[in-house]
């Protein structure tokens, strides 16, 4: 009898849950599994694990976004919003807003912070480099460049710990960027390199903050030799003359069909810079992974299809960077987002397109590349 009525019982739940669920009442809001182990917590013997964020993602400490971003990752930076476009819009305007509320998370919850980032060809006002309609003089940049630098980093001295104060300053065909902080700025003190602006800005935000990690950053250091090399050269020469460069960030856009052992021998060439500075390191600043290989320009493909590729790369390249954490050379891997729902490549380069980069997908559901990522630091 008593079974009875306890069966009874369990049936009528399942009933209300599945009335409920069919009236959208008793839905998640999203699939997140808040019972997962966290991924940073996983990988703390490695390195911090980060990821790039926006404001809207820290509204509502409720959320499972919030919860997630919160639990998962240990490291975070802005994705636009500290950017010399939304931060100085014009010379007598600074919105810190996003950045404040940014900082007032990460020291409320003990996050390291990245900012990203100081000096960079694009996402920058066109003021910075006009005077009156005329294009403005070095003397001018430079000191437009120090202010801004000098105020950003100074505002968030001890609360932001590693600054991009450098973005993309490579091209190519591996030389310096014509950007307009080259063409304007050139060889400023006449000592033959054209690279000053580079050196200005590092030391002026060493100035701002001295205990601030300053990282150099650029995309494809990974996957072409030479550009690694140039980048190696130059970062080189500048420490040797005491420019106070702590680390280069590898963003690390990679694809599904990424070479992992290249990847390996070119972060070895730049680890390489710890010859002259025994704590120089290197930070994977801004990963995720395409589904679909360089110069693949199919639309939307079936994510099921790919998805044993998927995580197999994506164990290839974590064991990687575990061995040269262990090496002494990798301290921060951050994704530059955290879930396939909201990435840059979603539209590029080809518009329309759906993209899957992330361990976590647009219903904030753990990928199996997650599980399989998160196991792997206790198999070594
Ligand atoms: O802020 C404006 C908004 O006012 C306007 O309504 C809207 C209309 O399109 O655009 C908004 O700006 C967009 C901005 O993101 C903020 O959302 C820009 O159009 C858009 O181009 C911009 O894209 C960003 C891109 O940098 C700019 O180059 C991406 O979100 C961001 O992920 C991407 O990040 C870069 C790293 O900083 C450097 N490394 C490469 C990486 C990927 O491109």
Redesign the pocket.
């Given at each position: 009898m008593k079974t009875k009525r306890i069966l009874s019982a369990v049936l009528a739940v399942i009933m209300i849950m599945t009335v409920m669920t069919a009236c959208g009442e008793a839905k998640p809001e999203y699939a997140y599994d808040d019972e997962a182990p966290s991924l940073c917590e996983a990988y703390a013997d490695y390195f911090n694990i980060g990821a790039?964020i926006n404001s809207w993602d820290l509204t509502d400490e409720t959320t499972d976004r919030f919860k997630l971003i919160n639990k998962h990752f240990n490291t975070f930076v802005m994705?636009?919003e500290t950017?010399p476009d939304?931060i100085h819009p014009k010379e007598d305007t600074y919105n810190f807003d996003a950045t404040d509320k940014f900082v007032e998370f990460g020291e409320k919850y003990g996050k390291t912070l990245r900012g990203?980032?100081l000096v960079w060809h694009?996402?920058v006002p066109n003021w910075f480099f006009e005077d009156n309609g005329e294009q403005a003089s070095a003397d001018l940049l430079v000191e437009r460049m120090k202010e801004h630098i000098t105020t950003v980093v100074s505002r968030y001295k001890g609360k932001i710990d590693t600054w991009d104060v450098c973005?993309?300053v490579l091209d190519d065909s591996y030389g310096l960027r014509l950007s307009n902080w080259l063409k304007i700025i050139k060889d400023y003190d006449g000592d033959g390199d054209r690279y000053d602006f580079i050196e200005i800005a590092f030391r002026t935000a060493h100035e701002a903050d001295p205990d601030a990690r300053l990282i150099i950053n650029d995309?494809s250091l990974e996957s072409s030799t030479d550009k690694a090399i140039t980048m190696y050269n130059m970062v080189k020469k500048m420490l040797e003359e005491g420019v106070p460069v702590d680390g280069v960030g590898l963003?690390m856009?990679v694809g599904i069909d990424m070479d992992v052992e290249k990847a390996r021998e070119n972060m070895k060439i730049l680890a390489r810079l710890k010859e002259i500075n025994p704590d120089f390191v290197l930070e994977v600043t801004?990963l995720d992974m395409s589904c679909y290989g360089w110069g693949n320009n199919d639309l939307n493909i079936d994510f099921k299809s790919i998805e044993k590729e998927f995580n197999a790369k994506y164990v290839e390249l974590f064991n990687m960077l575990m061995d040269l954490s262990e090496e002494g050379v990798l301290d921060s891997v951050v994704f530059?987002g955290f879930n396939d729902g909201n990435t840059?490549l979603n539209g590029?380069p080809v518009e329309g397109r759906t993209n899957y980069p992330f361990l976590i997908d647009a219903d904030l559901k753990f990928k199996s590349a997650f599980w399989k990522v998160i196991d792997l630091p206790e198999k070594r």
């Open positions: 790039a994705e636009n950017k939304q990203h980032t694009s996402q973005n993309e995309y963003q856009h801004e530059w840059w590029f």
